[in-house]
Every structure is written in C-alpha cells, then in structure tokens.
C-alpha cells in the first residue's frame, strides 16, 4: 500500500513535515477545525510544532490545560502510533496539502483539514454528482433515485452521499449494481458504520469505491457531525440533486451549503399533496433546477464528459397506462396501500377500483401482497 512515512524530513530538520504535523494536529482530542486555523495562522513557524512549548501552543490561542497537554503529548512517536493504527486498518489521510486533495473542496469557506479515505482514493478528482433525499422514501423517490443514479454513472460521473437510511443507501447500491463510482461520505469517524444495517454496503464501497471521512479513528459521536459532514458532499461535487425531501430533511441542508459555495441545486419535482415533496418543491421555488430526466443533470456537465454517445436508454420503454391506471399508480408510489385505502382515497367504487387494479397487476406494474395490500413493482 502507498502510505506515506513521516519520519524526519530535511527541510525541517528535527521536526516532520507539514503534512505530519497536520495529520497529528487533526488526531489531537481538543482541536476542532477552529483551534487548528488559529494554529495555522499564528505567527508561528507551525511546521515545528513538535518543539512548541505550552506557551508556544498558548500564543496559538489554545488555553492553558490544553497547551500544557500538547506540550507533553504531541510527539513524532505519538503521530507516528496514530499512522501505524490507520495503516493496519487500510485508511489513508489525505491532507489540504495533498495534490489527491478534492479541487473543488479547497474552494469551499470550511475545508476539511484532513480527509480519512477507505478505498479508491482517485474517486476524490473526478467529476462527482451528490445524491441526497429523504431517509424514508417513497416507491417513488426509490424509482427516480435508482434511475438517475444509473443514467449518471452510465457517463462516468461518481455519485456521492451520505451512506444515510434512504435515498442515500438507494443511490450508492444504484451506483455499484451499475458497475459506476461512488463516495460515501460519512457524518461518524473513518471506522465507524451508521447506520448499523448497512455494514455491508460500507464494505462494498470500501471495495469498489470510496469510504470518506473528516473524523478520526476512535472520535466519539454525537448529533452536530452529520450537518457538518454535508458540507463536504456539497463541496467535493459539481452539484446536488435532491431527490425526495421532507421540509425538515437533513438533505436540504446539503442543499444549503451547495448554494452557498456556489454549486449546481436539482431538485425532483413529486406530488405537491405528498409530505417528501415539500422540500424539494421549496426547492425549486428557490429556483433550484428541476429535474424531470437525466439529461436535465448531464446537460450542465457535458464539457465535462467524452463526447461519445451515452449507451444508456434515458427512459425504458413501458406500457402505457390509462388516465386511471395512472392515477392509483400515482397513490401507491407514495407508499403501499390497502383496497379499502386506494378506495377511501380515490373516491371510487369497488368495481372501477378492482379492475383497475386487475389491469396494473396484469400489466406487471402492481403486485398484490397478503391482506390485499397493494404494491408498485
């Protein structure tokens, strides 16, 4: 494995390099992204931090118990035990300073210093789409999150997300069940899978894609992680494509920061009496794009991608529906449905309502599931 050593280095004399000591500074408990700016910027040569005094790390801004506490801690031994645990575990620190450092995320207001990686690290400069919605979607937002991913990967375009419930997890096994790339981005440490059921889609990423995090091995989790995780699927990718939202989705929050680092917004358009559209239908009313087929995304990137003619089909031929068929079709996209449900609902009488369902069913469009439950397929 390509890992790199951090050993002496001949510019700095005793101390590591740069690149090391920002490693070490990002692995230090009591140092956030702030205190380590302060650090950056001080009026001190922070390439020798290994020689600061608690004095030293005071004029840095830190105060004294956490000064005096880097002081006697903050050592090459130390730095090098935290690479030689990320070695064994296979995880790579990508630095700010790094060529492999995502381009579009030094741009941003609040760039992660560090980048713990778990995977295929060439993921980090390609052209990146993030994919983001609801954790609880409709068959709907299942659908559309499935096919747009397919169309997105089919020209070569890596899908980030957040490896979330939902339209996260759709998305990134779209990706992968499509032969395409695709970056989870994680809101808990490096090592640390949440939620907990898909353990075994973090391993397939980390197989075949990539595992990114801003947390080191062993940090403790709490709530305030995962908003902060958004900026950097924001920031790492062209644009956002939200694909199902609530109006309290954390997705819209992705949406927040891709707006305010200048970044393309998408947004699906869904039923306006359904709650997972209200989000993104606030969205377009911002004046999000709205996204209605893949071309509507790819058409924004296209001097981006080899000018080849896409291989895949933007829509896949279906049987056509009747005006009612559409219709049930529609209520049981939002979720499945009794009979009794379907015909509180719609208003019809039992006659119409069976045989329309009769004709889904038949058309291979419905399926019917114990106690008359019905199911888009």
Known sequence: MDFPACGPNREWGKT???????????????????????????????GHALEFSAIDWMECGLEAELALRMSERFTSSWIEGRMDLMHR??????????????????????????????????????????????????AYGRKIGIWLTEALCSRGITIVSGLA???????????????????????????????????????????????????PIGTKGHPGMFPQRNRIIAGMTRGTVVVEADVRSGSLITADQALEEGRDVFAVPGPITSPKSRGTLGLLKQGAKIVTEPG??????????????????????RIELTIEE??????????????????????????????????LIMKKEVVQLPGSVYKII
Request: with cysteine.
């Open 165 to 215: 419930r939902g339209i996260d997890g759709i998305c990134h096994e779209a990706a992968l069940n499509a032969g395409g790339s695709t970056v989870a981005v994680l809101g808990t440490a490096i090592d640390e899978v949440y939620p907990r059921e898909h353990v075994t889609l973090y391993r397939k990423i980390a197989e075949s894609g990539l595992i990114v995090s801003e947390y």
């Open 326 to 359: 559409r219709r049930i079709y529609h209520m049981l996209e939002q979720g499945n449905s009794t009979f009794e449900g379907l015909m509180n609902e719609s208003g019809w009488d039992f006659g119409l309502l069976h045989s329309v369902l009769l004709s």
């Open 296 to 317: 509507d995304i790819l058409e924004e990137y296209e001097h981006f991608l080899p000018s080849v003619s896409p291989t895949y089909e933007p829509e896949p031929s």
């Open 89 to 138: 575990k296979g995880i790579f620190p990508v630095t700010c300073l790094d060529e492999s450092y995502p381009i579009l995320m030094k741009e941003t207001a609040k760039p992660p210093w560090v980048l713990y990686t778990l995977g295929n690290r060439s993921l980090l400069v390609g052209l990146s789409v993030a994919m983001v919605g609801t954790r609880v979607p409709t």
């Open 16 to 46: 590591m390099d740069k690149r090391c000591i920002l490693i070490g500074l990002q692995e230090s408990p009591g140092l956030g992204w702030k205190k380590i700016s302060d650090i950056v910027s001080a009026n001190k040569e922070w």
